[in-house]
């Protein structure tokens, strides 16, 4: 059964940084894709980052570049740091993971097959 984790949310002050984790477990194969995806209050679940399984595959939301990074690890752990961030970052991030994926990471949650809790992320001066 796959599983996944999200941890490292928390309430900061606009300008701050967290580091979002997500540990994925019950699955094995070679090909697969991450997403975060954040939701807020009244708003569409919608993409923030994506990170292939194929080296070098990633992508990010215009409006998080430069300012979010994405990355795994060999156990299947993905992270999401995150640096100066503003009020507009509020949401409940999730971490999802589509397995099979040999192409570039989609971006819509439509396309995802597991899903973690989520965690919440609170920027407020």
């Known amino acids: 059964q796959v599983r996944l984790a999200e941890s490292g949310g928390g309430l900061v002050q606009p300008g701050e940084s967290l580091r979002l984790s997500c540990a994925a477990s019950?699955?094995?194969?070679?090909?697969?894709?991450f997403g975060w995806f954040r939701q807020a209050p009244v708003k569409e679940r919608g993409g923030v980052s994506g990170?292939?399984?194929?080296?070098?595959?990633t992508y990010y939301l215009d409006s998080v570049m430069g300012r979010f990074t994405i990355d795994s690890d060999n156990s299947k752990t993905v992270y999401l740091q995150m640096y100066s961030l503003k009020t507009e970052d509020t949401a409940v991030y999730y971490c999802?993971?589509?397995?099979?994926?040999?192409?570039?990471?989609?971006?819509?949650?439509?396309?995802?097959?597991?899903w973690g809790q989520g965690t919440q992320v609170t920027v407020a001066s």
């Open positions: 999802a993971v589509v397995i099979g994926q040999r192409g570039g990471v989609p971006s819509v949650p439509d396309e995802y097959d597991y």
């Open positions: 990170i292939g399984s194929i080296v070098g595959l």
């Open positions: 019950g699955f094995i194969m070679a090909f697969y894709a």
